[in-house]
């Protein structure tokens, strides 16, 4: 049997320099910078095309690529940026894609399963 002397057990003592260290490093491993960045011409690009001339995301992309700006933004980040309200357009402005998202129906009974009034 092996006894342990409790003298030597280990003490763990709060020290608030670690402890701010510690959250600092933490602080600098919070994802990547966004791709849009500071490029307000693209931005104001994206949401001139959605508000005036209605474009999709699908065909913004596109537009990107063929105006051979300097940044590249696939669609899906185009969306994204939408719903975490970093363009200054909303779900509404689209002509397409105004919808709910995982909007959750009720299923209704089945007259089979319904309990009888009788």
Same mark, same amino acid.
């Given at each position: 049997?092996?006894?342990?002397?409790?003298?030597?057990?280990?003490?763990?003592?709060?020290?608030?320099?670690?402890?701010?260290?510690?959250?600092?490093?933490?602080?600098?491993?919070?994802?990547?910078?966004?791709?849009?960045?500071?490029?307000?011409?693209?931005?104001?690009? !994206?949401? $001139? &095309? /959605?508000? +005036?001339? @209605?474009?999709?995301?699908?065909?913004?992309?596109?537009?990107? %690529?063929?105006? #051979? =700006?300097?940044?590249?933004?696939?669609?899906?980040?185009?969306?994204?940026? !939408?719903? $975490? &309200? /970093?363009? +200054?357009? @909303?779900?509404?402005?689209?002509?397409?894609?105004?919808?709910? %998202?995982?909007? #959750? =129906?009720?299923?209704?009974?089945?007259?089979f399963l319904k309990p009888n009034k009788d």
């Amino acid at each position: 049997m092996h006894v342990v002397d409790i003298k030597y057990l280990p003490v763990w003592k709060y020290c608030a320099e670690v402890a701010q260290r510690k959250n600092e490093e933490n602080e600098t491993a919070k994802g990547t910078n966004l791709k849009i960045g500071n490029d307000m011409k693209l931005a104001n690009f !994206i949401e $001139k &095309e /959605i508000k +005036e001339e @209605k474009s999709s995301p699908e065909v913004i992309e596109y537009k990107i %690529k063929q105006a #051979k =700006f300097e940044t590249t933004l696939c669609f899906k980040t185009i969306y994204n940026y !939408i719903d $975490k &309200e /970093i363009l +200054e357009v @909303k779900r509404k402005d689209l002509t397409c894609g105004n919808y709910n %998202k995982k909007e #959750k =129906f009720k299923k209704e009974e089945s007259e089979f399963l319904k309990p009888n009034k009788d």
